[in-house]
T-cell receptor, first 109, second 115 residues
Framework: GQNIDQPTEMTATEGAIVQINCTYQ??????LFWYQQHAGEAPTFLSY??LDGLEEKGRFSSFLSRSKGYSYLLLKELQMKDSASYLC??????????WGAGTKLIIKP | EAGVAQSPRYKIIEKRQSVAFWCNPI?????LYWYQQILGQGPKLLIQ????????DSQLPKDRFSAERLKGVDSTLKIQPAKLEDSAVYLC?????????????FGPGTRLTVL
């Protein structure tokens, strides 16, 4: 079966750095997406990785290791507005997006 | 550029009643998705359209759920009859539909409560 695993909840301090991990087992791989979802709102796109390595976009970076079936989202200089759920999703060989359950990130002052 | 539009935003019904949701995707987006998201979980794909054809409806409970996308633009999702476990947010998303990096843009969702 296809499976995406990510921690249910994480807590971090404003101004700090947090890493949210995602491991996956899917039938084929055509890219990994990270989405941000604030409570009561729709998911919004953060990043896309299809090759191994680190993609940096401002305060957010995403890393992929295809051989390990592993990705992480790194958030730097945390702000209170970063409190949200972070969803990892993998596009399989049929170009279908398989979603994880999301990691709820709580930022404390 | 206008985003994905959905209506209604909220709906409360009693079990065994019927309900319909509407979605208008971003202009030019060939692919349209309906997701069900239960509180605390990730989105679950119900159905995916490419233009007006169905690509994947393997997780759609076809005994009670139906969806259509006439003319390859707007789409409606219907539940008939509703059950308590259908309480969730129903998200519509659209994408260009070109495979690979195909960012999905989500609408605001419809929050359904079944009493």
């Amino acid at each position: 079966g296809q499976n995406i695993d990510q921690p249910t909840e994480m807590t971090a301090t404003e101004g700090a750095i947090v890493q949210i991990n995602c491991t996956y087992q899917t039938s084929g791989f055509n890219g990994l997406f990270w989405y941000q979802q604030h409570a009561g709102e729709a998911p919004t796109f953060l990043s896309y990785n299809v090759l191994d390595g680190l993609e940096e976009k401002g305060r957010f970076s995403s890393f992929l290791s295809r051989s390990k079936g592993y990705s992480y989202l790194l958030l730097k200089e945390l702000q209170m507005k970063d409190s949200a759920s972070y969803l990892c999703a993998v596009m399989d060989s049929n170009y279908q997006l398989i979603w994880g359950a999301g990691t709820k990130l709580i930022i404390k002052p | 550029e206008a985003g994905v539009a959905q209506s209604p935003r909220y709906k409360i019904i009693e079990k065994r009643q019927s309900v319909a949701f509407w979605c208008n995707p971003i202009s030019g987006h060939a692919t349209l998705y309906w997701y069900q998201q239960i509180l605390g979980q990730g989105p679950k794909l119900l159905i995916q359209f490419q233009n007006n054809g169905v690509v994947d409806d393997s997780q759609l409970p076809k005994d009670r759920f139906s969806a259509e996308r006439l003319k390859g633009v707007d789409s409606t999702l219907k539940i008939q009859p509703a059950k308590l476990e259908d309480s969730a947010v129903y998200l519509c998303a659209s994408s260009l539909g070109r495979g690979g990096f195909d960012e999905q843009f989500f609408g605001p969702g419809t929050r359904l409560t079944v009493l």
